[in-house]
């Protein structure tokens, strides 16, 4: 339907009622139902061969009724019957029937007439947008269809029983309400007519509060309206409601509640007085501004706490500190805000804002907050003089006095308070202090500036202990000092200066002049703060220098007199003669003296030192002297043959060569040699000599040693021969050299030894008894005082044979060498 505004509406029951068809089981004809009313239905069916027309009968089933039948021509398919019997099956069949009368096909379908037309008891509005419709009920109708038209255009909806409204519709505008029932089968005509028209619509309202206590509602013009009645009255029910009438689009209720939700409603009434539609608007009044506003601030972490007493109906609370160069917000919906990353020496202004949905109350009064200085800036250290530090700064705003702390490396930390921008501190060497300066006001104190170090010079070392190393060199000793990390010790005459650097708290000052006065300083240093010029010196005098040795004499054997030159007056000398054998010394304050009992056989290298309670000087150049040889202290003499005689000796230190001298009457012998014995020959026996042994050094040095005298061995006997003595006895008879000495005999056999010692004077022995038959070695010698014999006179061989049993022939053989 073009052109009209129509719902669509399903019947599914309906439809397939209408749409049902039978077909004849044997021609295949069929019917076929397409609408139904109360009392009609409308129906079709297909040409059939050789029907000239068709009969159309429809017959009540299951009441009692009247059958309605229709003849329609072989040109016509489709028919209607009426007037059936509203909400009933009725038993519709369709013959096809030949020009001779004859039923050629049937179809025959059961179809259900839609119930009775009901009838509209009235239509009215309560809504600008719908009609309500009460009608009464009709027999067999499951649900209705409303029909409300404007025009061309009409809305439909179906509704199950009586009232029922029909929605979708304009405002102020009349309608033609017509309402139909509806079964299964189909549905009936529409009823008849009622007309009913739409009320007005609402006003469409809105509301703002310009003010905590007001609201403002206005609303747009509405169509046919000639009034307005608006009413307001808190949403939760408190107090009373409020209503006005108007003419205007605007009003404005006054003395209401602070921050309170209101409900507002409004409609527009007509000229008959008839109301329309209500609007109804929730609007909230502004809230008041906050009281009691409290600022705490909070000086270390540079911000503040706002609170205040909460007001009603506040959503939100904006916290606002500005100064002239910044301006910080904090909205929040609690009663306390934090207002961070304040500016130190600043004043803010602070206010607080309340705001809800319906707007924002007026600014608090401001409240000032004065944050506490900043940290002084352009801090200057400087030390007088050793021990005082002066610490200056640049003043700050909001700055009332200033506090400085200086804490020290050891932990201890002293301040200064001062409304000045200068404090003055007692400092010790040695420290790194760490100086901050902070400002306050009665907000508290400023946050923490820069935080500089000072270290002061490092102390200068007070127990400097030297120690003479030599007359030139001096060791110096001192304990560690704090802060230094280098010392420079130096020594000052007239003729220069001698440095030494060192990191350790020793120092060896060589080169020096010996027997001078230095005035010797340490000096402490650090990198940071350089050398401690302020540390004190010390006289050290040198050592004395070293004498020279100009003269040494040999005084005795073993004295010698050492003389050397003098350089210093309140020196004490000491000489040391220095050798294999030990130390020997001898001290004087002048320029010599003698060392006595030196060993013989001995090198000594003799020096001078000079010494002084200051300390030793360095040696003089030694000078080597070397005493005689000594005489050995055992000598002996041993004869080997008549003529030659071995003398011996122990070692004389000092000795390489010796002399030797054998010496009588008679005439000398002599001997030199390296080794430590000698052999003198043409010694004559029986004779007394004088021994004398002299002791040569390397370097020619002599010593004359002289000893005990020495006598040479009695005159061995010559001419010995043996002679038979009887039947067992032999006698030996010998010659000797003028003097009476005494002989001992011996004789050597393999049957016997045999001795025999005459009597003084004489120059034989008998020897008796002695077996024959053996072969003898004779030796005859003579017997010193001492009893002792030569070992060296010469011995002869004999035979003596046997005669029976008595000695026979005495043979001689010849001479036998002493062994």
Not at 57 to 64: F, K, R
Not at 179 to 198: C, E, H, L
Not at 324 to 345: I, Y
Not at 605 to 620: D, K
């Amino acid at each position: 339907m073009g052109g009209r505004r129509c719902e669509s509406v399903l019947y599914p029951a309906l439809a397939l009622a209408s749409l049902a068809a039978v077909i004849s089981a044997n021609t295949g004809f069929s019917i076929s139902i397409y609408d139904v009313t109360s009392r009609s239905v409308y129906l079709r069916w297909p040409k059939f061969s050789g029907a000239i027309s068709y009969r159309v009968t429809a017959s009540p089933v299951n009441i009692v009724g009247h059958s309605v039948m229709a003849h329609f021509s072989d040109v016509t398919l489709i028919g209607i019957l009426t007037p059936l019997t509203p909400n009933t099956i009725h038993s519709v069949k369709v013959e096809a029937i030949d020009e001779n009368g004859i039923i050629l096909a049937e179809a025959q379908t059961m179809q259900l007439t839609a119930p009775e037309i009901p009838i509209i008891d009235q239509a009215y509005s309560k809504l600008s947008n719908s009609i309500t419709v009460e009608w009464t009920a009709v027999p067999g109708a499951t649900s209705y269809l409303l029909t409300a038209q404007d025009g061309e255009s009409f809305i439909e909806t179906i509704i199950t029983n009586s009232p029922g409204t029909v929605t979708g519709l304009k405002a102020a505008t009349l309608y033609k309400i017509t309402i139909r029932s509806i079964n299964s089968g189909g549905k009936s005509q529409p009823s008849p007519s009622r007309k009913a028209k739409t009320v007005l619509a609402a006003p469409v309202l809105s509301a703002s509060s310009p003010s905590y206590d007001s609201i403002v509602v206005s609303w747009g013009a509405v169509h046919m309206a000639v009034g307005f009645s608006v009413s307001i009255m808190r949403s939760d029910g408190l107090g009373n409601m409020v209503k006005e009438n108007t003419t205007n689009t605007s009003l404005v209720f006054t003395s209401l509640d602070s921050g309170t939700l209101y409900t507002i409603k409004a409609h527009a009434w007509n000229v008959n007085g008839i109301p329309g539609d209500d609007f109804t608007y929730n609007q909230r009044t502004s809230p008041q501004a906050p009281a009691d506003v409290q600022v705490v601030f909070d000086s270390g972490a540079l911000k503040a706490i706002i609170s205040w007493t909460p007001t009603e109906g506040t959503l939100n609370y904006s916290v606002t500190a500005s100064n002239r160069a910044s301006k910080l917000n904090c909205v929040t919906s609690s009663t306390s805000c934090s207002m961070a990353s304040l500016h130190c020496g600043s004043v803010y202004s602070i206010c607080v804002i309340a705001s809800n949905d319906a707007g924002s109350s007026k600014p608090t009064d401001s409240a000032s907050l004065k944050t506490v200085p900043c940290a002084p800036g352009s801090i200057t250290i400087e030390e007088d003089d050793p021990g005082n530090l002066s610490v200056s700064w640049s003043n700050v705003d909001l700055g009332e006095y200033y506090v400085v702390f200086v804490k020290s490396d050891d932990g201890l930390e002293v301040h200064c308070n001062t409304s000045h921008t200068q404090c003055h501190f007692q400092s010790d060497c040695g420290f790194m202090y760490f100086i901050s300066v902070f400002a306050y006001n009665k907000a508290g104190q400023s946050p923490s500036g820069e935080v500089l170090n000072y270290t002061t010079a490092p102390c200068c070392p007070s127990d400097i202990h030297p120690v003479f190393v030599s007359s030139d060199t001096i060791e110096i000793f001192w304990s560690p000092v704090r802060g230094a990390e280098m010392y420079e010790t130096k020594a000052v005459d007239w003729t220069g200066v001698v440095l030494c650097n060192d990191t350790a708290t020793v120092c060896t000052l060589s080169s020096l002049q010996c027997n001078t006065q230095y005035n010797i300083t340490v000096y402490s240093f650090s990198e940071i703060r350089g050398s401690n010029t302020s540390c004190a010196s010390k006289c050290v005098l040198t050592a004395p220098c070293s004498p020279e040795i100009t003269n040494i004499s040999k005084d005795a054997l073993s004295i010698i007199s050492v003389y050397w030159r003098s350089n210093n007056d309140e020196a004490t000398y000491i000489v040391t003669a220095r050798g294999d054998a030990g130390l020997w010394h001898c001290t004087s304050s002048g320029n010599s003296c003698s060392i006595t009992n030196l060993p013989c056989g001995s090198v000594f290298f003799v020096s001078v030192v000079a010494s002084t309670t200051v300390g030793q000087s360095l040696p003089s150049y030694s000078i080597p002297f070397e005493t005689a040889p000594c005489c050995p202290n055992d000598l002996t003499l041993t004869q080997l043959t008549q003529s030659v005689t071995n003398i011996s000796w122990s070692a004389g230190t000092g000795a390489q060569t010796y002399v030797t001298v054998l010496e009588s009457p008679k005439g000398w012998a002599r001997c030199h040699t390296l080794q430590n014995q000698c052999l003198l020959g043409c010694i004559t026996c029986g004779t007394n000599y004088t021994v004398s042994l002299k002791a040569i050094s390397e370097t020619g040095l002599t010593s004359d040693c002289t000893y005990q005298g020495y006598s040479s061995s009695a005159c061995c006997p010559f001419g010995v021969k043996l002679y038979r003595l009887g039947n067992n006895g032999i006698r030996i008879y010998w010659r000797t050299s003028a003097g009476l000495i005494n002989y001992t005999t011996h004789l050597y056999g393999s049957k016997g030894n045999f001795t025999c010692t005459p009597k003084s004077g004489l120059r034989f022995c008998d020897v008796t008894e002695i077996p024959c038959g053996d072969i003898y070695t004779v030796m005859v010698s003579p017997i010193t005082d001492k009893g002792t014999k030569p070992p060296f006179c010469p011995k002869k061989i004999y035979s003596v044979t046997c005669s029976g049993s008595s000695v026979g022939m005495v043979i001689y053989r010849g001479k036998r060498s002493a062994e």
